[in-house]
């Protein structure tokens, strides 16, 4: 079945980067987008970005342009996700989540905790 | 930028029918995607393109957009759809509402 599987739990300090990956499998990498999501504790979900699986074209929210990077490895039908300059504010579960470019989001990986911390 | 209002909380007694409602300008000419998100785990997509059901999702799911609310509609509710719902759309970037927690009593 069509399924994304992400990377564990992390642990940060502040002014540090954080990678997660998601694999995906059951359907074929490169026809689809990859998004970002992001959701902060008790907070409404919040897109970060996309990256098109098939030519690796990017767009990022403004919110997070210059601290995202989204990329992937076709070969490994992994996307991955680095963000840098970390705060107590990025504490939140990052999600994966596959669709065409300005569709809907389905399915979604389980999510990665991402926790900053001193 | 481009934003979607939802209610914080809906309640619906067992068996009855619940409505969420996520508004925005002009909303009705935009596609409104939903999703359920229970404690712990990722949003599921249960309406995509404003009334569409993924196969796995039951018929007692439904929705409709017009004017500036769009509504998810939920019939029969059971003690299993207790969950938080968020509404989607696309702007100039991806958009959600703010979510909306349903309690079955």
């Known amino acids: 079945q069509v399924q994304l599987v992400q990377s564990g739990a992390e642990v940060k300090k502040p002014g540090a980067s954080v990678k997660i990956s998601c694999e995906a499998s059951?359907?074929?990498?490169?026809?689809?987008?990859m998004h970002w999501v992001r959701q902060a504790p008790g907070q409404r979900l919040e897109w970060m970005g996309w990256?098109?699986?098939?030519?690796?074209?990017?767009k990022y929210s403004q919110k997070f342009q210059g601290r995202v990077t989204l990329t992937r490895d076709t070969s490994a039908s992994t996307a991955y996700m680095e963000l840098s300059s970390l705060t107590s504010e990025d504490t939140a579960v990052y999600y994966c989540?596959?669709?065409?470019?300005?569709?809907?989001?389905?399915?979604w990986g389980q999510g990665t905790l991402v926790t900053v911390s001193s | 930028s481009y934003e979607l209002t939802q209610p914080l909380s809906v309640s619906v007694a067992l068996g009855q029918t619940a409505r969420i409602t996520c508004g925005g300008t002009?909303?009705?000419?935009?596609?409104v995607h939903w999703y359920q998100q229970k404690p712990g785990q990722a949003p599921v997509l249960v309406i995509y393109?404003?009334?569409n059901r993924p196969s796995a999702i039951p018929e007692r799911f439904s929705g409709s957009n017009s004017g500036n609310t769009a509504t998810l509609t939920i019939s029969r509710a059971q003690a299993g759809d207790e969950a938080d719902y968020y509404c989607?759309?696309?702007?100039?970037?991806?958009?959600f509402g703010g979510g909306t927690k349903l309690t079955v009593l």
């Open positions: 002009n909303i009705g000419s935009k596609n």
């Open positions: 393109r404003d009334s």
């Open positions: 989540a596959s669709s065409y470019l300005r569709a809907w989001f389905d399915p």
């Open positions: 990256i098109n699986a098939g030519n690796g074209d990017t």
């Open positions: 989607h759309v696309w702007d100039s970037s991806a958009v």
């Open positions: 059951g359907y074929t990498f490169t026809s689809f987008a």
